[in-house]
């Protein structure tokens, strides 16, 4: 068969790194047709787990207990930076019910964050395992810890991360230019902007089940975003062969970038089950997963910028750095979206005592956006231009200009305050935007086995996950279409590494690697089926049509069931992969926020906002709202609420639990109004997810200034930030 | 969570006898405690701030959850009844709006159900460092309050000192401002007091909050008949709507005459302070006056006067001024 | 300088230079021991060693392993748990076979995803001691509804979208029933009230508002 080369794109861990050449079958195969011709698809469809979720029937990670299931725990560092001097697990080992205590780190060995695990635990009860976790022994020498960039950053600091420097800068464009085209510009703004580090806060905690009794066999159950990542490493640290390690995800609690991989959690839960020879769970507790899971990179981004009275973006001069604890993440560079005549970027990573930062939906995309967005309004009040005439004026893609009208109608954006901090009374109102981009591209790992049984069952199965993004429905309501079926008629497998191969969940890029794969399976089991049956209809098996529940053909009709009883005992399997035309990659999207400020509490009430979102081809509506709403929510949460906070001189985390790491509920959700720009008119699958939640930021931000006049430039924006903000107004004002 | 007994108690005197430490005096944190709700006691024995050896339970005791009129304009509640009963007790909605706003600002409904107007009273402090296991503040036994040169945007402005955690109470400057009285009973009998002179500062005794003794239980508050009753209200400002604590709140009560002068006046902020905080200055300066702008402006500056705030946590005395301002206004109205 | 002075318990000890005096921050941590004494002539010490201890004895002291009886959905389920032991953790952990619809998310009352009704009311499942439910009806999200058989709440939340991830799911769906059962015809206002204690991640919010209020419409 032909071969063709293609570039998709290639995300690691859920961070997208560029793209790579794969070799794919040069074939016609199938096609969506066009968007506005679907049966199921493009409409909106009910969740097919529904019931299984909305009734406690549906079996999480954290719900498993094989028999004989022990509890594992782990010990956490209580310090940011010290050495272990001594360690005595003997009282911990004495105590009744507890089976295992095993050090994680020695004697002589260093801790490098608050959080790190010291030693793990199984015991019978999670009592037991708490009270041993609580009698170990340990002894710490402390030693100078930076948990700030001013600290980490200063000369005399202590080394944290290993074999890398602190600040060693990446510089991209020209320096000098930038600075001397600032000269001429009508307007100039420097400015520095502010992110904390974030968590994802999945709901279920890192979480996995080892399920190993001896033998040479065993099945893992992990809460993952990748079926995939697990088996490999499961397997090397119960020392099985990778072909006996089975792992399961059937629903999970989500991820959010944080869960690929193992991960400590499996690692432990897999050494202490080989150790005792009998299942464990090793479950993160909330304050464990704060500490310990990792988390979203904070940023702090210093800005020159310039541009002139016509809305020309002249000159962006950045330096940003990157708050990732032990970790390596990065923000994406500036000026992000915009086009600049002149643009210089050098980022200087900033590595503190803190757990490592992993992707966090849109890796470095939301604190990228945010800073750009503020400066972008910035430099638009300042100029007296409208803000989205501003951003219209350094957009090249169409797509945002449609976006950006179609947000601003849908917020009512002529109605926003004329003048930042105007109106009587002390609710004062404001509107905002920003917008922003994704990739969401789909790439070739998927195998997909369609199966049609001589009863007429269909089953759809690959080894892929359900993050609660809908990946079961789809895969239904794709081979449904395309069998003529409803959803119903479909049964689909999936979560378990001995179905088909699947990438995992990251990058918003399953939905574009899958869906493509379902389609072309269902495509063969049709092409196939309409051979077996043509004959029986007198009809070509090109002129076979499935429809309503019934193969038609030359005038006549076989139910769907009386076609597959011609099947033979076996029934008809065939098998899918990712054919390129289905997918594509790059999804934009728009973001409006209308807020209420109090300036004489500093509370923000976001009291409307709207998002939109092309996607090529949506797939389900309803679940494609759900997604939008969220990304809204979320970049809402980064904007008000959300936050690690850090005791800079005794190096730990102040916030580790949701009473204090404040997530939005349900008196914070303003009306939100998510809109599928049906303006893109790609017939191909996209991933948009990640997408959603970058540009509310932003929008949120510089709704607050237009609201109040307050410009708040480091997250989140607390009534603190506004009254300290609006006192400072006052006495500039005199 | 650490192990502990656990005992139904059949009476108070039962519940006092039960709740004596085992070796006599032990650190406060390590004592037996009581519980009703449990809302904030289990949520301080998971995180290994307290370690009480011994819980009892009085929810076994009859007759500690009564809500009653006393016929004359009082009220008595029982330590035992839940913030949901008072929130939706026709008579306290009608006559005492104030508890009622303040009741049912606590916390969400899940934990106003099982959470008691005595568990209410007595809960532990909020502060970061107070609240996590590690740090071994003031609070807890050490020696120093770690909030006071660090993360303090939300502890106190009032009271504060030896340690600075802000009283997290709801029900607590309502009842202080309808000047009701608590009863205790305890290995030395039964005492009735004040509720004002319940809560104690930090100077007076930084490891606990309210005048109870080991083995000491509150068994009923009483809010003697007052026109300030039903001119009652209270204000609760959060961060976050949705589930918080205050980070100011104001209670206010006022007894106006038929051309509207102020005849007595009541107002008590919560969490800005160690304990609830009544400012009687503010208090005199409205008595004989009537509630226009410029009065209530200068009431909310007076009510601030002497807050002492930390590095981070000035911005509680415009938030608060507001709030009393709007408190006042609203009983005006 | 040492970090004694502020160590309480033997478990976990700091030791500092004095330039980093005031990070002798570190409270010991270490397991308590139960107090055994007997403070009561007639109080009783029973665990399940004896027999039959019984949950609702009064002035008993009750320690370690005790078999109580929850009444969960509506069955007598025998168990045995210490009193620490959460009503959440019992229904997870120890009942045989297990009820998981509440979830475990903070264990500190701060999620609502335990969200379980205790006589009708909703209640934290993480913040009631299983001890302390003995004589309780229990009602898990369980007991409102099966995938076959859902209660309007739940077959509003499939229809209009309710969930992304579920794990919040029981929790929302355990509250909202009882309010409709308090209050059949909510206000969006009333329903975001009643579950401002349940916390989405996922982003949900909007479409769980509305399944409340198609739920409260369909039961008329």
């Known amino acids: 068969m032909a071969k063709k080369k293609i570039k998709v794109p290639k995300v690691v861990n859920g961070v997208p790194q560029g793209e790579v050449e794969i070799e794919v079958d040069d074939t016609a195969g199938p096609t969506w047709g066009p968007n506005d011709?679907?049966?199921?698809?493009?409409?909106?469809?009910?969740?097919?787990?529904?019931?299984?979720?909305?009734?406690?029937?549906?079996?999480?990670?954290?719900?498993?207990?094989?028999?004989?299931?022990?509890?594992?725990?782990?010990?956490?560092?209580?310090?940011?930076?010290?050495?272990?001097?001594?360690?005595?697990?003997?009282?911990?080992?004495?105590?009744?019910?507890?089976?295992?205590?095993?050090?994680?780190?020695?004697?002589?060995?260093?801790?490098?964050?608050?959080?790190?695990?010291?030693?793990?635990?199984?015991?019978?009860?999670?009592?037991?395992?708490?009270?041993?976790?609580?009698?170990?022994?340990?002894?710490?020498?402390?030693?100078?810890?930076?948990?700030?960039?001013?600290?980490?950053?200063?000369?005399?600091?202590?080394?944290?991360?290993?074999?890398?420097?602190?600040?060693?800068?990446?510089?991209?464009?020209?320096?000098?230019?930038?600075?001397?085209?600032?000269?001429?510009?009508?307007?100039?703004?420097?400015?520095?902007?502010?992110?904390?580090?974030?968590?994802?806060?999945?709901?279920?905690?890192?979480?996995?089940?080892?399920?190993?009794?001896?033998?040479?066999?065993?099945?893992?159950?992990?809460?993952?975003?990748?079926?995939?990542?697990?088996?490999?490493?499961?397997?090397?640290?119960?020392?099985?062969?990778?072909?006996?390690?089975?792992?399961?995800?059937?629903?999970?609690?989500?991820?959010?970038?944080?869960?690929?991989?193992?991960?400590?959690?499996?690692?432990?839960?897999?050494?202490?089950?080989?150790?005792?020879?009998?299942?464990?769970?090793?479950?993160?507790?909330?304050?464990?997963?704060?500490?310990?899971?990792?988390?979203?990179?904070?940023?702090?981004?210093?800005?020159?910028?310039?541009?002139?009275?016509?809305?020309?973006?002249?000159?962006?001069?950045?330096?940003?750095?990157?708050?990732?604890?032990?970790?390596?993440?990065?923000?994406?560079?500036?000026?992000?979206?915009?086009?600049?005549?002149?643009?210089?970027?050098?980022?200087?990573?900033?590595?503190?005592?803190?757990?490592?930062?992993?992707?966090?939906?849109?890796?470095?995309?939301?604190?990228?956006?945010?800073?750009?967005?503020?400066?972008?309004?910035?430099?638009?009040?300042?100029?007296?231009?409208?803000?989205?005439?501003?951003?219209?004026?350094?957009?090249?893609?169409?797509?945002?200009?449609?976006?950006?009208?179609?947000?601003?109608?849908?917020?009512?954006?002529?109605?926003?305050?004329?003048?930042?901090?105007?109106?009587?009374?002390?609710?004062?109102?404001?509107?905002?935007?920003?917008?922003?981009?994704?990739?969401?591209?789909?790439?070739?790992?998927?195998?997909?086995?369609?199966?049609?049984?001589?009863?007429?069952?269909?089953?759809?199965?690959?080894?892929?996950?359900?993050?609660?993004?809908?990946?079961?429905?789809?895969?239904?309501?794709?081979?449904?279409?395309?069998?003529?079926?409803?959803?119903?008629?479909?049964?689909?497998?999936?979560?378990?590494?001995?179905?088909?191969?699947?990438?995992?969940?990251?990058?918003?890029?399953?939905?574009?690697?899958?869906?493509?794969?379902?389609?072309?399976?269902?495509?063969?089991?049709?092409?196939?089926?309409?051979?077996?049956?043509?004959?029986?209809?007198?009809?070509?098996?090109?002129?076979?049509?499935?429809?309503?529940?019934?193969?038609?053909?030359?005038?006549?009709?076989?139910?769907?069931?009386?076609?597959?009883?011609?099947?033979?005992?076996?029934?008809?399997?065939?098998?899918?992969?990712?054919?390129?035309?289905?997918?594509?990659?790059?999804?934009?999207?728009?973001?409006?926020?209308?807020?209420?400020?109090?300036?004489?509490?500093?509370?923000?009430?976001?009291?409307?906002?709207?998002?939109?979102?092309?996607?090529?081809?949506?797939?389900?509506?309803?679940?494609?709202?759900?997604?939008?709403?969220?990304?809204?929510?979320?970049?809402?949460?980064?904007?008000?609420?959300?936050?690690?906070?850090?005791?800079?001189?005794?190096?730990?985390?102040?916030?580790?639990?949701?009473?204090?790491?404040?997530?939005?509920?349900?008196?914070?959700?303003?009306?939100?109004?998510?809109?599928?720009?049906?303006?893109?008119?790609?017939?191909?699958?996209?991933?948009?997810?990640?997408?959603?939640?970058?540009?509310?930021?932003?929008?949120?931000?510089?709704?607050?200034?237009?609201?109040?006049?307050?410009?708040?430039?480091?997250?989140?924006?607390?009534?603190?930030?506004?009254?300290?903000?609006?006192?400072?107004?006052?006495?500039?004002?005199? | 969570m650490n192990a502990f007994e656990w005992a139904n108690a059949s009476s108070v005197e039962d519940a006092v006898k039960l709740l004596k430490p085992a070796g006599g005096k032990v650190d406060p944190d390590e004592a037996p405690r009581p519980i009703g709700g449990g809302q904030d006691l289990l949520t301080s024995v998971k995180a290994y701030i307290v370690h009480p050896p011994r819980i009892v339970n009085l929810k076994t005791i009859q007759g500690l959850d009564h809500i009653t009129a006393d016929g004359q304009g009082g009220l008595k509640l029982g330590a035992l009844a839940t913030l949901t009963q008072v929130e939706e007790h026709a008579d306290i909605k009608g006559k005492f709006p104030g508890l009622a706003e303040a009741a049912s600002s606590v916390a969400t409904p899940q934990i106003r159900n099982l959470g008691t107007v005595g568990g209410n009273l007595c809960q532990r402090p909020r502060c970061w460092y107070f609240r996590l296991e590690n740090y071994n503040c003031r609070k807890k036994g050490g020696s120093e309050c770690f909030a006071k040169e660090a993360e303090n945007k939300y502890n106190a402005i009032f009271g504060g000192g030896k340690s600075n955690y802000v009283h997290p109470s709801d029900l607590a400057p309502m009842l202080v401002a309808l000047d009701a009285t608590v009863t205790i009973i305890g290995p030395d009998g039964k005492r009735d007091l004040p509720l004002k002179e319940f809560f104690v500062l930090p100077s007076q005794d930084v490891r606990r909050e309210t005048v109870l003794k080991d083995g000491e239980i509150v068994t009923e508050i009483q809010v003697p008949a007052s026109p300030l009753n039903a001119k009652s209200t209270y204000l609760k400002f959060k961060e976050r709507d949705s589930l918080d604590f205050a980070i100011s709140a104001v209670a206010a009560a006022l007894e106006l005459a038929a051309d509207k002068t102020v005849r007595q006046a009541r107002i008590v902020l919560g969490g800005v302070a160690t304990i609830p905080w009544r400012v009687p200055a503010a208090e005199e300066f409205l008595v004989g006056k009537k509630l226009d702008d410029q009065v209530l402006a200068q009431a909310a500056k007076t009510a601030l006067d002497g807050a002492k705030p930390m590095s981070q946590n000035a911005y509680k005395i415009p938030l608060t001024q507001t709030l009393v301002r709007r408190a006042l206004a609203k009983l005006n109205a | 300088m040492a970090a004694d002075k502020t160590i309480k318990q033997s478990a976990t000890k700091s030791t500092t230079s004095s330039a980093w005096s005031r990070r002798n921050f570190l409270k010991g941590v270490g397991v308590a021991a139960v107090a055994s004494d007997a403070v009561l002539d007639r109080v009783k010490h029973v665990t399940a060693a004896d027999a039959p201890p019984d949950a609702n004895a009064r002035n008993q002291v009750l320690a370690g392993p005790i078999k109580i009886t929850l009444n969960v959905n509506g069955q007598e389920r025998p168990v045995t748990v210490e009193p620490r032991t959460t009503l959440l953790s019992a229904l997870r952990d120890r009942l045989e076979p297990p009820v998981t619809g509440p979830k475990l998310v903070c264990d500190a009352a701060t999620c609502g995803a335990c969200t379980v009704l205790l006589d009708g009311k909703p209640v934290f499942g993480c913040s009631v001691l299983a001890i302390d439910a003995v004589g309780k009806k229990v009602t898990t999200v369980e007991g409102l509804g099966t995938p076959d058989h859902m209660n309007p709440v739940q077959a509003a939340f499939c229809e209009k979208d309710g969930m992304m991830c579920g794990f919040c799911t029981s929790g929302f769906v355990t509250t909202i029933s009882a309010l409709l059962q308090s209050n059949p015809n909510p206000t969006e206002q009333q329903v975001r009230e009643a579950c401002k204690g349940n916390f989405c991640r996922c982003g949900t919010y909007p479409h769980v508002f509305e399944a409340a209020l198609s739920a409260a419409k369909a039961a008329k």
């Open chain 1, 37 to 734: 011709k679907h049966r199921l698809l493009n409409k909106p469809m009910k969740r097919v787990d529904g019931p299984a979720k909305t009734t406690g029937a549906a079996i999480y990670t954290q719900d498993v207990r094989p028999p004989g299931m022990l509890q594992g725990k782990f010990l956490l560092s209580p310090h940011a930076h010290a050495k272990i001097t001594k360690l005595d697990l003997e009282p911990a080992q004495k105590l009744s019910g507890v089976k295992a205590v095993v050090a994680i780190v020695n004697v002589g060995g260093e801790v490098r964050y608050e959080g790190q695990p010291v030693a793990a635990i199984a015991a019978e009860t999670v009592e037991a395992a708490n009270d041993a976790a609580r009698a170990i022994a340990v002894e710490y020498e402390e030693l100078p810890h930076a948990v700030t960039a001013e600290d980490a950053l200063k000369p005399n600091a202590p080394a944290v991360a290993q074999g890398r420097g602190q600040g060693r800068q990446q510089k991209q464009g020209n320096a000098e230019q930038t600075q001397a085209a600032l000269a001429s510009c009508d307007a100039v703004v420097e400015a520095e902007y502010r992110t904390p580090i974030l968590h994802h806060s999945c709901l279920e905690t890192h979480s996995i089940v080892a399920d190993f009794r001896g033998g040479d066999e065993a099945t893992v159950y992990a809460s993952t975003q990748g079926t995939f990542t697990i088996p490999k490493d499961a397997a090397r640290e119960l020392g099985l062969d990778q072909s006996k390690v089975t792992s399961v995800v059937q629903h999970m609690g989500g991820g959010f970038g944080s869960k690929f991989g193992i991960g400590i959690a499996g690692q432990w839960a897999c050494r202490l089950a080989k150790q005792l020879g009998t299942p464990v769970k090793m479950a993160l507790t909330r304050r464990d997963e704060f500490l310990a899971a990792g988390n979203g990179p904070g940023s702090i981004q210093k800005f020159k910028a310039g541009a002139n009275k016509d809305g020309t973006l002249v000159a962006v001069h950045a330096v940003q750095h990157t708050m990732s604890g032990i970790g390596n993440s990065n923000v994406a560079g500036q000026p992000y979206q915009y086009k600049a005549q002149h643009a210089y970027r050098e980022a200087a990573p900033v590595n503190t005592n803190e757990d490592g930062s992993v992707a966090l939906r849109a890796p470095g995309h939301p604190q990228a956006s945010f800073a750009m967005e503020s400066l972008m309004d910035e430099l638009a009040y300042k100029l007296g231009l409208d803000p989205v005439e501003f951003r219209k004026k350094n957009l090249k893609d169409p797509a945002w200009h449609r976006q950006l009208d179609a947000g601003a109608k849908a917020i009512g954006w002529e109605n926003r305050n004329k003048t930042p901090g105007g109106g009587a009374g002390p609710l004062k109102r404001g509107m905002g935007c920003g917008v922003g981009a994704w990739g969401g591209g789909g790439n070739a790992q998927c195998v997909v086995d369609v199966t049609v049984a001589q009863d007429g069952s269909v089953t759809a199965a690959v080894g892929s996950q359900d993050l609660g993004t809908g990946t079961r429905t789809y895969i239904r309501a794709i081979v449904a279409e395309e069998l003529g079926l409803e959803i119903d008629d479909i049964v689909e497998k999936i979560g378990n590494s001995k179905l088909g191969n699947a990438n995992a969940s990251g990058g918003s890029t399953t939905t574009a690697s899958l869906a493509p794969a379902v389609k072309d399976a269902a495509y063969n089991a049709r092409t196939e089926m309409a051979k077996r049956v043509a004959p029986l209809l007198g009809a070509q098996p090109e002129a076979v049509v499935f429809d309503g529940r019934k193969v038609l053909g030359n005038g006549k009709s076989l139910d769907w069931k009386q076609a597959c009883a011609a099947l033979p005992a076996g029934g008809l399997s065939a098998r899918g992969q990712w054919k390129p035309g289905l997918s594509a990659s790059g999804v934009h999207g728009a973001s409006f926020a209308e807020v209420e400020v109090d300036v004489e509490t500093g509370h923000v009430r976001v009291t409307k906002m709207c998002h939109v979102q092309d996607c090529g081809l949506p797939l389900n509506r309803k679940a494609l709202e759900s997604q939008i709403n969220g990304g809204m929510i979320q970049s809402m949460g980064m904007a008000l609420y959300e936050g690690r906070v850090m005791d800079p001189e005794l190096g730990v985390m102040l916030n580790p639990g949701f009473g204090d790491y404040k997530l939005p509920g349900c008196l914070e959700i303003p009306q939100l109004i998510p809109i599928i720009d049906d303006g893109d008119e790609r017939q191909a699958v996209i991933g948009m997810a990640e997408g959603a939640n970058v540009p509310g930021v932003g929008a949120v931000a510089n709704a607050v200034y237009n609201a109040c006049g307050v410009r708040v430039r480091q997250l989140p924006i607390t009534p603190d930030k506004i009254l300290n903000g609006l006192l400072q107004l006052q006495q500039q004002r005199g």
